[in-house]
């Protein structure tokens, strides 16, 4: 029996399809994330047609712009919750904050009722309706409480409800209380709507400590590049990493390519606009494109980038694809000159999925990307804009 499961989310909805094939019967499964869902069976003539029937309803729904969670089979069935964690929480652009995190929904911690028994994702955030409280207050009653025992994964908010301000003092603090986590898996730093601050606004540190301090952590996901760094990072078990930016700089951009994630099967970076800080550019990118950095690597996510068109004439003689699953170039600036060199790809590698979602290709160039022999995501398409002085193409997140 195969089985792949995709999901879908946008600032209105966050749905799930799931598919299984076996022998001539197709399941289907669907809903809104975090419930169960409904399923339908459907009978095949033999199993050539369920196979092209399976094959077909695929495409339909990454045409829709579903994303496939996890990679099936390839990673087998520990940490079930994982298989999710990173597609779940991505988006395109329409920050809102996460309902839904590692197949868990996300706890708001308010006071020690909102403590639930079992494995739980908390939000330690701030809002308008908290200002009688501090971030501080609320972070400190939430370790004091029997919560972070049982907390499987953490999603840091809004810290300040004034100008931005530098997280140093909340690393060290959970740093500090790290003995009191025994489950943590995961966390995401900074999930922060665009209505309490711009991405290009958040204040981040070095985040290394985090790392060194959770021996366990398996995916860290990270909204904001003001000030981010990694220096001399190193994780045994991390899986899955993300940065999310407006413009990330070339050396952090070094800095993520320097360490030390021999598990690491999911890298995501955006890499934004210069207009923000984003000057990184393909050498700085060299040792993962080398495929020199993260062994395990399964998918490889440039995403949210000006510089579209270069990573995709860099990649398609890169060894790494040998490797890669998925590669996602989406949310970026991607136009016919970057289409071109893509159609170059062949099914000699070992490339399953590419996505593209978010992009300024031609009516023609998206009929000819769509041939590439493996499954293509090609949504939301863009047309330049021009002000007088030729055209301008735009990322989907820079301020």
Request: with cysteine; glycine share 8%; net charge negative.
């Amino acid at each position: 029996m195969a089985a792949r499961k995709f999901e879908y989310s946008d600032s209105k909805s966050h749905k799930f399809w799931h598919i299984e094939i076996s022998g001539n019967l197709i399941t289907t499964t669907y809903g809104r994330i975090g419930t169960d869902g409904q399923s339908k069976t459907k009978e095949l003539a033999d199993d050539a047609a369920a196979q092209k029937e399976y094959d077909k309803l695929i495409k339909q729904k990454t045409s829709k712009g579903y994303e496939e969670v996890g990679s099936g089979a390839d990673q087998g069935d520990s940490a079930d919750g994982l298989k999710s964690m990173m597609f779940s929480t991505t988006s395109d652009g329409n920050f809102e904050h996460l309902k839904t995190f590692i197949g868990h929904r996300v706890i708001d911690y308010k006071s020690e009722k909102s403590i639930k028994k079992g494995d739980q994702v908390y939000a330690i955030r701030m809002s308008w309706d908290d200002e009688d409280v501090s971030f501080d207050e609320l972070f400190s009653s939430y370790l004091q409480s029997d919560g972070p025992a049982n907390t499987v994964g953490l999603v840091i908010g809004n810290w300040s409800l004034e100008e931005p301000t530098n997280p140093v003092e909340i690393v060290n603090k959970l740093c500090a209380n790290k003995d009191k986590f025994g489950k943590l898996v995961a966390i995401f730093f900074g999930d922060i709507e665009m209505e309490e601050s711009e991405v290009s606004w958040i204040e981040q540190c070095s985040l290394t400590p985090i790392l060194d301090a959770f021996p366990n952590l398996e995916m860290l996901r990270v909204r904001g590049a003001n000030g981010l760094g990694f220096p001399k990072a190193k994780h045994k078990k991390l899986r899955a990493f993300a940065i999310e930016s407006g413009g990330m700089g070339s050396e952090l951009a070094k800095q993520v390519c320097q360490a030390d994630f021999p598990n690491l099967e999911h890298l995501e970076l955006w890499l934004g606009t210069p207009n923000y800080g984003g000057d990184c550019r393909p050498n700085d990118l060299q040792p993962i494109l080398a495929a020199k950095a993260f062994p395990k690597l399964k998918y490889l996510g440039l995403r949210n980038s000006e510089i579209a068109d270069d990573i995709a004439g860099v990649i398609v003689n890169s060894p790494l694809l040998k490797k890669l699953d998925t590669f996602d170039l989406s949310l970026g600036t991607l136009s016919d000159e970057g289409g071109n060199a893509l159609l170059s790809l062949t099914d000699s590698i070992n490339l399953k999925r590419l996505n593209l979602n978010h992009h300024f290709l031609s009516n023609d160039m998206v009929k000819k990307v769509k041939k590439l022999p493996f499954t293509i995501s090609v949504s939301d398409k863009q047309e330049p804009e021009d002000w007088g002085d030729g055209e301008f193409r735009f990322v989907a997140i820079s301020e």
